[in-house]
Each structure stands twice: as structure tokens, then as C-alpha cells.
């Protein structure tokens, strides 16, 4: 998997979620370079916990967001969140059984799908979220 640098196509021009977003391409591009260098299974396992628990983290906050200004599309959007959440719960599993193929082809899924939510679904609310002065 290459690297994902983030850039200003990815900006979803409200600061707060561009910051996670940038700490949630930095731990994926963390745990591509550990897989790759053959870090062990317990440091390899902190690191996919850390990402769940972020991601988690990072999705209540646009959720909350949309919760408190009424974003109209909200339902679609958090079913994309849903998919996601169960995608990394596939990954973890994967790893878990040692299954290293699995989880090379969930990586590439999960940062093609990260880069595509953020560009397309994500970028959708921005004007939506800066008209109610979340910048
Ligand atoms: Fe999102």
C-alpha cells in the first residue's frame, strides 16, 4: 500500500475534522509501515486498536455535528460510518487468525475507502457546516 499524504484535496474545511482526519491517515500509514517491517503481533494489535477507538471517537464528533445542526443528510452518511465500523472489526479479525493476506487487502480497502469517504461524503457537509460557522 502507498503511503497517503494528506493535502489540501482532502480538506473538508472545517479544521477540528481535518486534524483527525489527518491523525486517521497517519495511523493507517503507521500500521501499513508495521505490517511491512514485521513488527509483532502485540504491537501490531495496539496499533488497530488505537485506529477503532479513534475512528470511533472521530465519527461521534461528525455525527454530533450533524445531530446539532440538522444536517439533512445524515442518515446516508452514517450508514457509511456503520460500513467502515465493520470493516475494521473484518480487519482486527483477520489479523487475529494470523491471516496476513486478509489484511494487506483490508488495508488497501480501508485507505481507498478513507480517501473516498473524505473526498466525497465528508466533503459534502462542508459548505452546509460553514454556513452554520463550523469552519
Ligand atoms: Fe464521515
Redesign the pocket.
Known amino acids: 500500500m502507498a503511503m497517503i499524504t494528506w493535502n489540501d484535496s482532502l480538506s473538508v474545511k472545517v479544521q477540528e475534522i481535518d486534524l483527525q482526519h489527518q491523525k486517521l491517515i497517519g495511523m493507517i500509514n503507521d500500521l501499513n509501515e508495521a505490517m511491512k517491517s514485521g513488527k509483532g503481533k502485540e504491537s501490531l494489535g495496539k496499533i488497530i486498536n488505537g485506529l477503532i477507538s479513534y475512528t470511533a471517537t472521530h465519527?461521534r464528533q461528525?455525527e454530533r455535528y450533524f445531530d446539532r445542526f440538522g444536517y439533512p443528510d445524515s442518515v446516508n452518511?452514517k450508514k457509511?460510518?456503520v460500513a467502515f465500523v465493520k470493516k475494521v472489526t473484518d480487519f482486527k479479525n483477520g489479523f487475529e487468525k494470523n491471516d496476513l493476506a486478509v489484511t494487506m487487502e483490508v488495508m488497501n480497502f480501508l485507505s481507498d475507502w478513507l480517501r473516498n469517504?473524505?473526498k466525497g461524503?465528508?466533503k459534502k457537509y462542508s459548505k452546509f457546516f460553514n454556513e452554520k460557522g463550523l469552519k
Open positions: 465519527f461528525e452518511h457509511e460510518h469517504h473524505i461524503t465528508d
